[in-house]
């Protein structure tokens, strides 16, 4: 009657979830009400069936991400007893109480019998306002991969223009577009002869960094992540990382003379076959659209030694783009933009390194599950 999630799948549990309507389960917050988030997040969890007591009408489609549900609505605590299956334990949620989805999925992993889900954990409506609500929801959203730049800069200033698009409901995949065609900005002003285009450059490579978190973050936020949607924004984050480097190596021959076309050469080199080599190992490993395949794979092979672990989680910072975009920011600011093309080269050596060495394990890693296309989110009210 019930599909899991993985996550309570994993430890033999079917439950059903019957959803007590509320006032506060109709306060809207980031274009949806509280009632139909919840439906969401349970539907993100794989629940096929959902139930609710009280509201109007009898049925209705919740869809997040690559899941749907239907939510049988039913006006009476009777009417809804006797279409509950009694061999299946069942949990009560209030619909007014604002639960991460990482909190609400470990709630739900410890049920084993039939229980009214507390409120602990969770944030009431009527104890919160509208915009405190947005900012746990958004705080909430932040990786555990996330490097100190993300966390401290990155992420903070993502956030705002986040919660402000998807209250607006817009597209994340349109805002991956519109950050592609700052990269294209970016490449225009490396390529002028201004006297300011390495710099200007530079910075502009940082706020790409910086708005690349803004369409993951709506995504999440709202349930609408897509197959597609990751690999588009992997292929445009690895598009403007060439640009970038090819354009730096331009302004830096045009401004400083031929040496740094020799760079740019073994630069061009080294990132087309880093990105070729992951594509294929994505292509016939797991699937999907993330190179953090490959950090994920190195702290599993380091799991067994926290020593190592936590040296390569230290040392992975500096290899992410957050974190080297804002350097190049800082370096190109204090006119020590000529440092850039070494610490690239010796940057993608290691990283081409780390693809060769970890290579069968990453090939070893199951397929992941397919996502559809993104589903019209219009079918629930």
Not at 23 to 50: A, H, S, V, W
Not at 131 to 144: G, R
Not at 155 to 175: E, H, T, Y
């Amino acid at each position: 009657m019930i599909r899991t999630g993985s996550e309570i799948q994993s430890l033999g549990q079917q439950l059903q979830v019957c959803i007590i309507s509320s006032p506060e389960g109709e306060l809207p917050i980031l274009n949806m009400t509280l009632r139909r988030r919840l439906f969401k997040q349970l539907c993100d969890l794989g629940f096929e069936d959902i139930f609710q007591l009280g509201g109007t009408g009898w049925q209705l489609t919740a869809m997040a991400n690559e899941n749907n549900s239907t939510i049988h609505i039913y006006r009476t605590l009777k009417d809804l007893e006797d279409n509950l299956a009694p061999h299946i334990p069942c949990v009560t949620l209030q619909d007014g109480v604002v639960f991460t989805d990482c909190v609400l999925r470990e709630k739900l992993a410890g049920v084993t019998e039939s229980c009214e889900l507390s409120t602990e954990g969770g944030y009431p409506a009527a104890q919160y306002s509208r915009a405190e609500l947005e900012k746990i929801i958004f705080a909430s959203l932040s990786k555990e991969t996330d490097g100190l730049v993300s966390r401290t800069l990155n992420r903070p200033v993502s956030g705002l223009i986040s919660r402000q698009l998807a209250k607006a409901d817009f597209s994340p995949m349109l805002f991956t577009w519109l950050t592609g065609l700052l990269s294209l900005v970016m490449v225009w002003v490396l390529t002028s002869d201004h006297h300011f285009a390495i710099v200007g450059g530079c910075l502009l490579f940082h706020l790409v960094s910086v708005l690349d978190g803004v369409d993951g973050e709506i995504a999440r936020s709202t349930y609408k992540k897509t197959a597609f949607g990751a690999k588009l924004d992997t292929g445009l984050d690895m598009t403007a990382n060439v640009l970038f480097m090819v354009g730096l190596q331009y302004a830096l021959w045009n401004f400083y003379g031929v040496e740094f076309l020799y760079y740019s050469g073994y630069i061009i080199a080294l990132v087309l076959t880093g990105i070729l080599m992951m594509t294929l190992l994505l292509y016939f490993g797991p699937g999907g659209g993330s190179f953090d395949i490959l950090a994920q794979t190195i702290r599993t092979r380091l799991a067994h030694s926290p020593f190592w672990l936590s040296t390569f989680n230290n040392l992975n910072y500096f290899f992410k783009r957050d974190c080297f975009a804002f350097i190049f920011a800082v370096v190109g600011l204090l006119g020590l933009e000529r440092l850039i093309p070494a610490s690239l080269i010796f940057g993608l050596v290691v990283w081409n390194l780390a693809i060769l060495v970890n290579a069968r394990q990453i090939l070893d890693q199951k397929p992941e599950k397919i996502v559809p296309a993104e589903p019209d989110l219009n079918e629930l009210n």
